[in-house]
């Protein structure tokens, strides 16, 4: 294979992943059409997910004493096999739904709508991440050197003559511009674009509010009902545009929509430095211009996530470090053998420790994140509870759509009402024969019982259970930006490590501690 071919296949990379995503939408399409028609067919049910409380099992498994475990074996067994257990359930339960609802289940215009903004928001974050080998591997076949002849020659294939009409290099050459224009300069207009969509949706929205705030205390109801479809169509368009490109808007505050474009514009510097300077000068601008980012975050700190802030910042102090050390590499003029090996344990050292604090925050954002989650859901069910409980059937499911739009993708629905048949008082005064009816009653959703059974999916096996993919729902990030809103970087560093939390985190693990002295304790006491 010539070095043009494996040049061109491998620079049509981002075009191979637009192709598998429009295919990946196509497929879906015609699975949709046919399972429409043919899914009623299929008998298969869904399986419930499991909760915590089937694991608590686990907890009266060792009620009869086994000689064959020990204390530490039991108590490991209660704490951490039982959820591992749960995970890996859970998995190969979603696994079987997914393959049944392949067979089974139909999609609706709405779905196939998500479906579609969600490939769109893959494609873009994908570009994002292959942006700066993109355009390296676009801007290759300009690496040329200049021969005794006057000849250029490419350096990644030195039988090769750049600058010329004919040849190999001429081959090469519209793809390189088709690859600047689309994903250079394409990019970059595209980022224009959003910006400009996002404002002008955001500025209709708040127009067609004030509209109605004025128009209700004229009470002109009809005027007010079609400001209302308005401002209904126009939080739809909203909630499209984020689905469409979340990663790209969602990521930061609403005032620094535009940062990715900045990120963008500082790896599209990085990859023209590295393709048309000599290595010293890469070095000396990539320190200018990391430098500039770095005192750019602090000042603006533009992501929403207190975490992620903190994460770009110790990656770029990483860079700007790593790209000093290289510069000291480059020159080469330590003034001692042992000042230039300190110098490399100090090089290695910034990128061991960079690396595994980003990672080790990240696992911790996904935890904290998860947590926080948790809790909301759990306080908007006793909201809820508190607020609605008596309400009908039809009405509390309208409310649980409010708060919780993707459960109803994922859990359970009764398809079968329970009736009774409710006597009339014979001594009732305005009773009439002719108008006897039978009531159905049926039971209250957030009634401790119905909780219990709906928690996640209906622990009954016999009730119908429904089950959606997640690249079908229509959840959107939400905007609250409470969590960082004015804080600047030095205020999420020493929340982040403030001491108070550390106390916090110390009682919790002598609780936790307690919790298992008393589990040994018990232990102990059913071997004895």
């Not at 192709?19 to 067919?41: D, H, P, Q």
């Not at 969600?118 to 040329?144: D, E, M, P, R």
């Not at 459960?407 to 009339?424: A, G, Y």
Request: with cysteine; charged share 25%; aromatic share 14%.
């Amino acid at each position: 294979m010539t070095f043009v071919t494996k040049w061109i296949l491998i620079t049509c990379v981002p075009f191979y992943f637009l192709f598998a995503f429009i295919v990946l939408f196509i497929f879906g399409l015609i699975r949709g059409l046919i399972v429409n028609k043919t899914g009623k067919y299929v008998t298969f049910k869904y399986k419930r997910f499991k909760t915590e409380d089937d694991i608590a099992m686990l907890n009266h498994s060792f009620d009869e004493t086994d000689k064959k475990f020990s204390t530490r074996m039991k108590i490991k067994t209660v704490l951490f096999v039982g959820h591992i257990w749960l995970m890996c359930v859970n998995i190969t339960i979603w696994c079987r739904n997914m393959l049944i609802w392949m067979l089974k289940e139909g999609v609706s215009k709405e779905q196939t709508k998500n479906f579609l903004n969600k490939i769109i928001n893959a494609f873009t974050a994908l570009i994002s991440f292959l942006y700066l080998f993109i355009i390296q591997q676009a801007s290759q076949i300009f690496v040329c050197t200049n021969q005794a002849d006057q000849s250029w020659t490419l350096n990644a294939s030195p039988d090769i003559i750049c600058f010329v009409s004919d040849g190999q290099w001429s081959q090469m050459l519209p793809l390189s511009i088709i690859i600047y224009l689309v994903f250079g300069l394409g990019y970059v207009l595209l980022f224009v674009v959003l910006f400009l969509r996002s404002r002008y949706l955001l500025n209709q929205d708040a127009k067609i509010r004030s509209q109605i705030q004025k128009l209700e205390s004229t009470e002109d109801g009809a005027e007010i009902l079609i400001l209302e479809g308005k401002l209904e169509n126009v939080r739809l368009s909203i909630k499209n545009f984020k689905m469409q490109f979340k990663f790209l808007l969602t990521r930061f505050k609403t005032k620094y929509i535009y940062w990715e474009l900045i990120i963008t514009a500082r790896k599209l510097g990085i990859a023209v430095l590295n393709t048309f300077l000599p290595s010293v000068l890469v070095l000396v601008f990539g320190l200018v211009i990391m430098f500039l980012s770095l005192l750019l975050h602090i000042h603006t700190v533009p992501f929403r996530k207190k975490f992620h802030n903190l994460m770009e910042y110790i990656v770029l102090i990483c860079i700007v470090l790593t790209l000093f050390f290289g510069l000291l590499f480059f020159v080469d003029q330590f003034p001692a053998e042992g000042f230039k090996t300190f110098c490399t344990f100090l090089a290695i050292s910034v990128l061991v420790v960079g690396t595994v604090a980003v990672v080790c925050m990240s696992v911790i954002d996904f935890f904290i994140r998860r947590r926080k989650e948790n809790q909301l859901e759990k306080s908007r069910r006793e909201e809820i509870r508190a607020k609605f409980g008596d309400l009908k059937d039809k009405e509390l499911e309208a409310e649980y759509r409010k708060f919780f739009p993707s459960m109803f993708d994922n859990i359970d629905k009764s398809q079968e009402e329970e009736e009774w048949l409710v006597e009339v008082n014979p001594l009732f005064e305005a009773q009439d024969e002719e108008d006897e009816d039978e009531w159905v009653l049926t039971v209250n959703p957030l009634s401790e019982s119905a909780l219990k059974d709906n928690d996640y999916m209906d622990l009954d096996e016999e009730k119908e259970i429904k089950f959606t993919p997640p690249f079908y729902s229509s959840e959107v990030e939400s905007d609250n930006e409470a969590e960082n809103a004015d804080q600047t970087l030095n205020q999420i560093i020493s929340d982040v490590f403030s001491v108070k939390r550390a106390h916090k985190n110390i009682k919790a693990a002598k609780s936790s501690g307690k919790k298992i002295i008393r589990i040994v304790k018990k232990l102990r006491k059913r071997q004895l």
